[in-house]
């Protein structure tokens, strides 16, 4: 004959228990996932701030570096590469306007000559600044011979999102000894053909919420922000650049 042996199940606090054992588990995992998630937005966020400011300052830099260079046939000519169309704004971001010839056009196409002995180099004007109640970092640039009326060829376009402060100072060599006399904002020059350094700083804002709840003051060159609200995470970059067509 056949023997059964009898199976005893489990009991109800045993499942209970049992169930109480995997929910915890559960929760920390879920917490876990959800920190993970957390910190990798938080950093996905910085570094596309970082890479924004970073774009932008680049840009601009190598703008400024290009500034007030004159090609032959106007080799003889003294072109001011600060144009005092450039403006200070204050806490509705500075203007910096530049200009020096190129053989390039705002789009970055070489220009091409239209006849034999003709010069592929013509002027391009350039300005930078903030976009009214947005945080919009645009530019604006025109091209076209020297002679003639330049023709706008990118009117006020947006360079980088989330920029909400631009601030420019100016480094002016009075003395034309090869080194900033003093540091003022646009139109405050004594001569605009004497500024030999440009100060440039953004404050650079992310879509990432901040983890502070006190509001803070940001320093912008010679810019006080005024408290603001820690509603998203905000990093000040700047950097300074020297005219490379600059003569003392």
């Known amino acids: 004959m056949t023997s059964f042996k009898a199976h005893r199940g489990y009991n109800l606090t ?16 879920v917490q876990i996932f959800a920190s993970s998630r957390q910190s990798y937005e938080v950093q996905t966020g910085q570094y596309s701030m970082q890479q924004s400011g970073q774009f932008a300052l680049q840009f601009l830099s190598r703008e400024i570096r ?18 005092d169309t450039s403006e200070d ?27 034999k002995d003709s010069t592929p180099f013509q ?29 706008v060829q990118i009117n006020n ?30 139109g405050d020059w004594g001569n605009p053909d004497n500024v030999a350094v440009i100060t440039l700083a953004l404050l650079v804002s992310g879509e990432t919420v901040a983890a502070s709840e006190a509001d803070q003051n940001y320093s912008v060159l010679d810019y006080e922000t005024g408290p603001i609200s820690s509603n998203s995470k905000r990093e000040l970059m700047q950097t300074s650049v020297a005219l490379r067509n600059y003569l003392p």
């Open 157 to 186: 376009q947006v360079l980088v999102d989330g920029i909400e402060s631009f601030q420019v100072l100016y480094g002016e060599d009075s003395d034309r000894d090869g080194n900033p006399d003093q540091w003022v904002n646009a």
């Open 89 to 115: 704004n204050g806490s509705a971001g500075d203007k910096l306007a530049l200009q020096y010839y190129s053989d390039r056009n705002c789009f970055g196409t070489k220009n091409t000559p239209t006849a």
């Open 66 to 83: 290009q500034a007030g260079y004159v090609d032959s046939p106007w080799e003889s000519e003294n072109l001011a590469a600060v144009m």
């Open 123 to 151: 002027l391009k004007r350039l300005s930078f600044g903030l976009r009214e109640n947005r945080q919009q970092l645009t530019w604006w640039c025109a091209y076209g011979p020297p002679e003639q009326e330049t023709v």
């Open 14 to 29: 045993e499942l209970m228990i049992g169930l109480l054992l995997g929910g915890a588990v559960l929760v920390g995992l």
